[in-house]
């Protein structure tokens, strides 16, 4: 049997206020516009199959017979949705991520991504200094 570990503590997977099976930040931050169809057929099927902290560790070729998906394409959509921030994968495990804003640093200010703004923004703004 598979020893489960979290992959992204961080960033285990919480039940929010508003949940309806399916997250509704997905659609709100726009998670589900950066995923093409077949990625998301992929999280749906990761979402069901977690466990409470969105762990599993279905194989591959489970995976591809369940999505009707050739093996290249598991891999495409596999790194789309760890691009978009949705899931972490080390095989054979996959973690399904929580939906936080992330701040990236850039030219050593923040720069906001998912439309979250860093405290600072938020001050420079009032301040009437920014956007």
């Known amino acids: ?11 285990t997977r919480r039940i929010p206020a508003k949940f309806s099976w399916l ?4 659609v709100r931050e726009h998670y589900i516009e950066r995923c093409g169809a077949e990625a998301l057929a992929l999280y749906l099927l990761l979402v069901t199959v977690g466990d409470a902290e969105g762990m599993s560790y279905y194989s591959d070729s489970t995976v591809v017979k369940l999505l009707s998906l050739s093996m290249p ?5 596999r790194n789309e949705l760890v691009e978009a921030g949705l899931i972490a994968y080390k095989k054979p495990l996959y973690q399904v991520l929580s939906l ?13 991504q998912n ?6 923004e938020i001050l420079r703004r ?6």
Do not use: Y
């Open 73 to 77: 394409i598991l891999k495409t959509v």
């Open 100 to 112: 936080e804003c992330r701040i990236s640093v850039q030219n050593g200010m923040p720069k906001r």
């Open 23 to 26: 997250d509704h930040r997905l």
């Open 126 to 131: 009032v301040a009437g200094g920014g956007e």
């Open 1 to 11: 049997m598979i020893e489960k570990h979290l992959l992204c503590p961080e960033r």
């Open 115 to 120: 439309d979250c703004a860093s405290i600072g």
